[in-house]
């Protein structure tokens, strides 16, 4: 009986996940094939014209079902071609030694109605540990690692490999705080994640998704021992582990992790937020991902279902009533910026049809549906203004969490905790000197022509066609472009120029400085800083030495400093120092550190005495060394 179920529930969910690859073909079609068939294909060869070719290798890698794969047969000729492969016979046989590749899934976004030109393609490459030696894992890392490389080149759609032990995977066990993972803090909350998202792309369905009977409840382990029976015999599925509830302690760390991820990608944290607030609020409901599950097996046709639509129905229910009525309508506008939605859009059918559903259902005004529709028009002034709003929103329900659920914050790791903590008070909490960081809507703003102006003694920067929004002003022109550059304001050196102003700084000199900023200190990027350190005291890492920057070429001398400086955790400072003596001294403070700081300097090449101006201020620094 139970044998039969999982046959008919395979056949459902074959129906389903071609569904969902369908979508992401309408919204990707050439990376789609990248995905679907080339990767599976380049996994199962070995040929040195092709990515991911390993000399002496000592075992082959086969992605499981790659041989009665019809799709991949059909394309073989055309990858062969591809690179220049000559042979008329296919490269699929079957090794005598191989190590199996027990899927390919993808998880989040991509396939779905929230998938867009600016997504990435996050896939699971899960394997069993059991079958590899240390050479064979060895050689499998550098596979996966070469035709990374090629994707990254030749593919436009951003791909990263997660490489899963299947054991891993059926405990929990993520690793540690990393860009793409909160280790301890999430757990099954991941888990919960890819259950409702994930499309195979090759290999075994997981044994979660056909354990379902819509009759009665479904005994996951009696399922896992018709799998392994010699009667089941069909071994095309694998064992995740089940999941029936989730732990509140990971639903509080898997919050704090929304709220750093907002730091780069608010519309995307903003809906996984909520959803987490609804499962702290009602532990008692059924998980979202069994909700699905139950619609995909009772639904007239297992197609025309979204996992992002999906959830987010699944939140207006939850939060129905007048009192959420701007909490939810805010929550609208988040999701249509985040589909990358526009009502005029024609050449993708699917994703149009799903969306207008969702919104038939809960209706957004027409006003502002408008003007979510002429996003890339937006001036700089509303986007920023629209990003303060996401993450001020984001903070208030993250501080709903805390208070409602305090107790449970003991359970989650400490370690992940302080280091998430850390890193989102680097970004956004105000110190003396800090260079601030805007909150974006999106991973890049629509950015406009800017302008300088002096006003008396005061520096502004506005867009070139708004003169009456400012978008920085100080009395310090370092701090004003050191802030254009970190927040990535500024593109090309020809999308700024200055207003007729008394003093002795040209527009030149500003696209230079502007240039060197941004090649010494890069612009603003909390993922790029190791989280070893957000567990000690910060540290300036680097520091640059701008000599008189304001003053006339020929009236240049060293008792006017400015000083940028980013520290261990990845924070951008600007100071000023009126002479020599000051900024020694600060440097002096800094202890024994100081000489591990990397170290850079801007004069006007123009200046009289340059070489001179330069080698008295390195020994100022220096002391000991220069001189």
């Known amino acids: 009986m139970i044998s039969r179920i999982l046959s008919n529930n395979k056949k459902i969910f074959a129906e389903y996940n071609q569904y969902r690859k369908n979508v992401f073909s309408e919204f990707s079609p050439r990376e789609s094939e990248a995905v679907f068939y080339l990767l599976p294909w380049l996994l199962s060869i070995n040929h040195p014209s092709c990515p991911g070719y390993v000399d ?114 059926r405990q929990g066990n993520f690793g540690n705080v990393d860009m793409e993972s909160s280790g301890s803090t999430q757990k099954n909350v991941l888990k919960e ?78 809906i996984k937020m909520f959803l987490l607030k609804i499962q702290l609020d009602a532990p008692d409901e059924t998980l979202i991902c069994h909700q699905l599950r139950h619609h995909v097996f009772t639904a007239s046709s297992p197609t025309a279902i979204d996992p992002i639509v999906f959830t987010m129905q699944s939140i207006f229910e939850h939060y129905q009533g007048a009192k959420n009525k701007n909490k939810l309508a805010f929550l609208q506008e988040s999701f249509f910026l985040r589909c990358g939605f526009r009502s005029y859009y024609r050449n993708q059918p699917l994703k149009k049809k799903l969306i207008s559903d969702f919104f038939k259902k809960y209706p957004m005004n027409k006003d502002i549906k408008s003007w979510l529709n002429s996003f890339s028009k937006w001036d700089l002034d509303t986007q920023i203004d629209f990003g303060n709003r996401l993450f001020q929103f984001m903070l208030k329900v993250y501080k709903e969490i805390v208070t409602a659920h305090a107790g449970i914050a003991s359970e989650v790791d400490r370690q992940d905790m302080t280091i998430l903590g850390r890193r989102i008070h680097s970004c956004y909490q105000q110190k003396t000197d800090k260079v601030q960081v805007i909150p974006k809507p999106l991973d890049h703003l629509n950015l406009p022509d800017l302008t300088i102006v002096l006003d008396r003694k005061t520096w502004r920067i506005f867009p070139r066609n708004s003169m009456q929004k400012v978008v920085v002003s100080g009395t310090d022109i370092i701090y004003t472009l050191a802030f254009i550059i ?30 060197q900023i941004k090649e010494f200190f ?51 400072y600007v100071k000023r120092f009126s002479s020599g003596y000051d900024l020694g001294a600060f440097l002096r403070n800094l202890g024994e550190r100081r000489w591990d700081i990397e170290t850079s300097f801007y004069l006007q090449r123009n200046c009289t005495y340059y070489e001179k101006i330069i080698e008295r201020t390195k020994k100022i620094m220096f002391p000991s060394i220069v001189g």
């Open 56 to 169: 002496g290798l000592k075992k082959n890698f086969r992605v499981f079902n790659i041989d009665s794969d019809i799709e991949i047969r059909k394309r073989e000729s055309a990858f062969k071609r591809m690179f220049k492969v000559y042979d008329k016979e296919t490269m699929l046989k079957v090794p005598e030694k191989f190590c199996w590749i027990e899927g390919l899934y993808t998880i989040g976004s991509v396939g779905t109605v929230a998938h867009t030109p600016s997504s990435d393609c996050d896939i699971w490459i899960c394997y069993d540990k059991d079958e590899f030696d240390a050479k064979s894992w060895g050689q499998f890392n550098q596979k996966v690692n070469l035709i990374k490389d090629w994707m990254d080149i030749h593919v436009k759609l951003p791909i990263y490999f997660f490489l899963c032990d299947v054991n891993d995977v």
């Open 486 to 515: 970190w927040n990535q304001l500024l593109d090309d050196a020809n999308n700024i120029n200055m207003e007729p102003n008394p003093s002795s700084v040209s527009i030149q000199e500003i696209i230079n400085l502007c240039k």
């Open 193 to 270: 994640e890819f259950y409702r998202t994930c499309i195979v792309i090759m290999g075994k369905i997981p044994l979660w998704w056909v354990a379902y009977d819509e009759k009665k409840p479904f005994d996951y382990d009696q399922a896992l021992l018709a799998m392994y029976s010699t009667e089941y015999g069909d071994y095309d599925l694998i064992d995740f582990g089940n999941l029936e509830k989730i732990e509140p302690s990971e639903y509080f760390g898997a919050a704090l992790w929304q709220l750093q991820k907002s730091l780069t990608r608010p519309l995307k944290s903003i």
């Open 522 to 572: 890069g612009t603003n990027d909390v993922f790029s800083v190791d989280n070893s350190f957000y567990l000690k005291k910060e540290f300036i890492t680097k520091l640059m030495v701008i000599v008189s920057f304001e003053r006339n070429p020929w009236e240049k001398n060293i008792n006017d400093l400015g000083v940028i400086y980013k520290n261990s955790w990845g924070e951008l």
